[in-house]
């Protein structure tokens, strides 16, 4: 019997050595606190490691059945029009289901009862609740939503509502005749948790009920890069007109 608890406790010990290992904050939540290459980098663990800026999207094969006429409000057809067709053509924000897929670093700032997310794309911001609360019911549908955080053991979960009618992701990008857009019922949970010390787990679940029978998920990583920084990115609907010299083709609207 002390033999087979002997060899218990070894096949458990790494376990959890590897969960102790895990950055926490003084209260003992794991801590995200850092600049991440988020999903839309190709990850490349071990000697020499690295991380690669790659067009990530969506996969096809996790999605849920559409729903009758969903498959054809979520895959639009090419206008033509930049404007319409990528609305970040025009310095319009690209919508947090694409930002989070974007291969630009974030930034994790974690505090007791809040984190802040900063994307170097667009410069981008969520500053999200940790504290349970539930959303409000008045919200306002914008490009990044409204934002709630909890715990679930070590898994930190991000419920998000309220989202504009956008973009669902960069498909367009290696397929230009390929629009995906996502519908204002968009409800969108992430939930992130460590692997090892510098590996995170984010996995998506995307429950939009105008286009799927029901929810989806998709798992991703990020790794934490600790000598990364948040790099200028500049992008203003106006510039699109130089000098403020537009044309007519310059003032069109999505």
């Known amino acids: 019997m002390k033999r087979l608890l002997f060899f218990a406790a070894l096949l458990l010990a790494p376990s ?3 969960g102790q290992s895990i950055p926490r904050t003084p209260d003992g939540k794991p801590d995200f606190t850092g600049v991440w290459a988020g999903p839309g980098f190709t990850h490349r663990v071990g000697r020499g490691d690295t991380d690669s800026p790659r067009v990530t999207v969506y996969d096809t094969a996790k999605m849920s059945p559409f729903k009758p006429g969903g498959q054809a409000f979520m895959d639009r057809k090419v206008t033509g029009n930049p404007v319409t067709d990528d609305p970040t053509a025009s310095c319009l924000p690209n919508g947090l289901t694409r930002q989070i897929l974007s291969p630009y670093a974030q930034q994790f700032i974690q505090t007791p009862g809040t984190i802040a997310i900063l994307y170097e794309y667009m410069h981008f911001f969520r500053i999200i609740p940790l504290d349970g609360r539930p959303h409000p019911k008045d919200v306002d549908f914008t490009w990044m939503g409204d934002s709630v955080g909890k715990w679930e053991g070590d898994t930190l979960v991000i419920d998000t509502i309220g989202l504009k009618e956008w973009m669902l992701d960069a498909t367009h ?6 629009l995906r857009m996502h519908s204002d019922q968009l409800h969108f949970v992430e939930r992130l948790r460590f692997i090892d010390p510098s590996t995170v787990s984010y996995q998506v679940t995307i429950d939009d009920p105008k286009i799927f ?6 798992e991703f990583q990020m790794k934490l890069h600790p000598t990364w920084k948040i790099l200028e990115f500049v992008c203003e609907e ?3 007109c130089m000098y403020g010299q537009c044309r007519a083709s ?3 609207k999505p």
């Open 238 to 240: 106006n510039n699109r």
């Open 16 to 18: 959890f050595a590897a």
């Open 250 to 252: 310059d003032a069109q």
């Open 213 to 218: 029978t029901a929810p989806w998920s998709q």
């Open 173 to 178: 990008d290696s397929h230009p005749d390929m």
